[in-house]
């Protein structure tokens, strides 16, 4: 049976969910990237096309009325398979472009890519790749979005919508400057690591989950942080340029390591291994470009 002429437009009912989310217009404009009259305009469009008062509107915001909630509930589910086809084409705009698209944490980009996506290149001179570098949060959120074939993450995977397969390990390590007090420690216990200032990840990464893991897992709260900072080099070079410890994964610090330019101190108890993963949306095939990458690895 074909849909009839006035059914309602799907960018309205997407304004119209913002609106119930945030409860706010004005905020559910500005997500929209439009003005707040303009999407005013839009709801009392979608209200006349629809016959029912949707919002009760205050000076303190719009809630959904009853009518408004049975709505709502039905446009979730209208949405979600709207967003579900408008990732499917991009997906598949992608693949017959030759375009991989690649999301994946700190660690992993900087890393490990390079030389996975150097052996890629080679096998696949005409095809092109895309990466976006995020926190392994942000990862699984672009995944979810349709926003990327597949992805890399460092953290243990807790979400039933991702498959996931391990192609990688590391290790995360306490590390310090050479004129540093433990670097001359045979070892640190983690009551003191607990209770000493780091330089750390930001909140969502994955190198900052296992640390702060493992610290509840040993009966301590967590980490306090001297400075926090949004990717691995950058922890790495304030600590190489400051007087601070951090715990950071091995592969990062390698050569530091190597040439004497930070010290590795052990932390009594604590052993951090990481199994690093590729994910990506269950149930939603992978791409055949994804498909080759994830085969070169594992």
Do not use: C
């Amino acid at each position: 049976m074909p849909l009839s002429a006035s059914f309602p437009d799907l960018t309205a009912l997407d304004l119209y969910a913002s609106v119930v989310e945030l409860g706010s217009l004005g905020r559910a404009a500005k997500m929209h990237g439009i003005a707040q009259p303009s999407a005013s305009s839009r709801i009392r469009n979608l209200e006349r096309q629809l016959g029912v008062t949707l919002l009760t509107r205050s000076a303190t915001g719009s809630i959904p009325t009853p009518e408004g909630i049975v709505v709502s509930g039905w446009t979730d589910a209208i949405l979600r398979a709207a967003h579900d086809l408008e990732a499917g084409l991009e997906a598949l705009k992608a693949e017959q472009s030759g375009r991989l698209r690649i999301a994946a944490s700190y660690t992993i980009a900087e890393y490990l890519l390079p030389g996975w996506l150097g052996r890629f290149s080679r096998e696949h001179p005409r095809d092109t790749v895309a990466l976006d570098v995020e926190n392994s949060t942000h990862v699984l959120a672009e995944l979810e979005r349709g926003e990327a074939d597949i992805g890399f993450i460092e953290t243990p995977l807790e979400t039933p919508s991702m498959s996931e397969v391990i192609v990688a390990h590391d290790q995360l390590v306490a590390v310090v400057p050479p004129d540093h007090e433990w670097a001359l420690r045979e070892a640190v216990d983690m009551t003191e690591l607990a209770q000493t200032p780091l330089v750390m990840r930001e909140q969502g990464s994955g190198t900052r989950e296992a640390l702060e893991q493992a610290l509840h897992d040993a009966g301590h709260g967590l980490p306090v942080s001297v400075l926090e900072l949004g990717s691995t080099s950058a922890v790495r070079s304030a600590v190489l340029s400051g007087n601070s410890p951090t715990v950071i994964s091995r592969l990062a610090v390698a050569s530091e390591l190597r040439d004497g330019l930070l010290v590795e101190v052990p932390i009594t108890d604590l052993k951090i291994e990481r199994d690093l993963r590729a994910v990506w949306p269950t149930g939603k095939p992978l791409p055949k470009l994804a498909q080759a990458l994830l085969a070169d690895l594992t």
